[in-house]
């Protein structure tokens, strides 16, 4: 993903398993890239963010190696690329925070959403431009989740995830495990952290119906008795969220049932409505005609994304991966176009702690009797005066960074 990106030199691969990391230097070889190989012991990845020709750890391990792999690379002055989420407890997130701000390196969480995956398919960077001229009137309400079931090709598999690391996230933790694919293009529409807040939040889990009953059927295989009789999470998790100006976010989990995918799904203001894939009303007549959504989206087509798929026709390497260019991402563009410039990152430390800490905090309301519970405020106050990510159409310049 980042290899195809102008200015970019792979320096070094790390992982547990030294076959992974052979295919993967043979998959980039084609493209000019040269990397060191590290793998086999558990502390190899330091003597990646130790060396002093790397700028930037890119981080796709389990989820409680996140924040210690971010805290290492900036301790080491290199920026932090992390996928989600960045965090796993509050406390976790004040470290991500406190340590970025002490090295002034950046903590970037992969949260594609915000760019709208390969930038044509999906409408949230359209939606979030809509948003900021002024289409939908002031916001009032917004409702994200990750719907995506998981449990027959992913979490009951015994190769998908190395040690069932992902299977063990579900046991003995009930709440919202992954806000961040419905939440972040939320969060950037809802101006958290550069002039509104969250406030307080509650929580609540329906029982499990379907991971237990799995687990029964593979009871004849010895290989998950490790996992027989545990508690596990709820099917549906729905978290609501309150901010200091009064507007409301409904966050949804479930991994389990047969009900189709969603992430971000809806935006609602006092002038206009959004809900996803493409629907769009000025009343409660109903949804405008194709022929205006076809208009609205290039009314509203960000400057950003525009440059990524200029580039993107442009470029002339070969697509060796499925999912696309290469799978290079608008988000991964934009990161590196935003260090090579020398401008802030579309999405910072604080957004990264802000997705991230929801998952600690629901797993206490629902262990509460859905209390409500109050949100750190990450920027110290800060919120007030922050200016605005995401800079959609690229007024503070960059946008040059060529796709190869």
């Not at 040269?34 to 086999?40: E, L, N, V």
Request: hydrophobic residues 35%; negative net charge; aromatic residues 10%.
């Amino acid at each position: 993903r980042l290899g195809c990106i102008e200015g970019v030199e792979i320096k070094a691969l790390c992982d547990l398993n030294p076959d992974k990391v052979n295919r993967a230097i043979e998959s980039i070889r084609d493209i000019g890239h040269r990397p060191d190989a590290y793998s086999g012991g558990e502390d190899e990845w330091k003597k990646v963010c130790e060396r002093p020709d790397i700028d930037l750890i890119a981080i796709v391990t389990p989820w409680d190696s996140h924040t210690p792999m971010c805290v290492y690379a900036m301790e080491n002055d290199k920026h932090a690329y992390v996928e989600l989420p960045a965090a796993t407890t509050v406390e976790e997130c004040w470290q991500l925070v406190e340590t970025s701000e002490r090295t002034r390196r950046h903590c970037m969480q992969v949260s594609t959403t915000g760019h709208g995956y390969a930038g044509t398919n999906r409408l949230e960077p359209v939606v979030l431009n809509m948003v900021r001229k002024g289409f939908f009137g002031s916001i009032i309400h917004a409702e994200g989740s990750y719907i995506h079931q998981l449990l027959f090709d992913y979490l009951f598999s015994k190769t998908m995830y190395p040690g069932q690391w992902r299977l063990k996230e579900n046991l003995n933790t009930d709440g919202n495990l992954y806000p961040q694919h419905g939440f972040v293009p939320i969060i950037q529409m809802l101006d958290i952290n550069c002039g509104d807040m969250m406030d307080y939040m509650t929580s609540v889990s329906s029982n499990d119906f379907m991971m237990e009953e799995v687990i029964e059927k593979l009871s004849e295989d010895p290989f998950w008795e490790p996992y027989m009789g545990k508690k596990l999470r709820g099917d549906i998790n729905t978290s609501i969220i309150r901010t200091v100006k009064g507007r409301t976010i409904v966050l949804q989990h479930d991994t389990s049932t047969p009900r189709p995918g969603e992430r971000f799904q809806l935006i609602s203001g006092t002038k206009g409505f959004f809900r996803a894939p493409d629907r769009f009303a000025r009343s409660h007549h109903g949804f405008i005609s194709d022929e205006e959504l076809n208009s609205l989206r290039e009314q509203y087509m960000p400057e950003m994304i525009r440059r990524f798929i200029e580039f993107s026709k442009q470029a002339n390497r070969v697509i060796t991966t499925r999912g696309g260019y290469f799978r290079t991402d608008p988000q991964d563009w934009r990161v590196i176009d935003c260090l090579r410039n020398g401008l802030p990152m579309d999405m910072d430390v604080y957004e990264a702690a802000a997705s991230s800490v929801v998952t600690q905090l629901s797993t206490w309301s629902v262990a509460n009797r859905s209390n409500s519970v109050d949100i750190p405020d990450f920027t110290c106050g800060a919120w007030k005066t922050n200016p605005r990510g995401m800079d959609m159409d690229l007024e503070r310049g960059g946008g040059t960074t060529r796709l190869l």
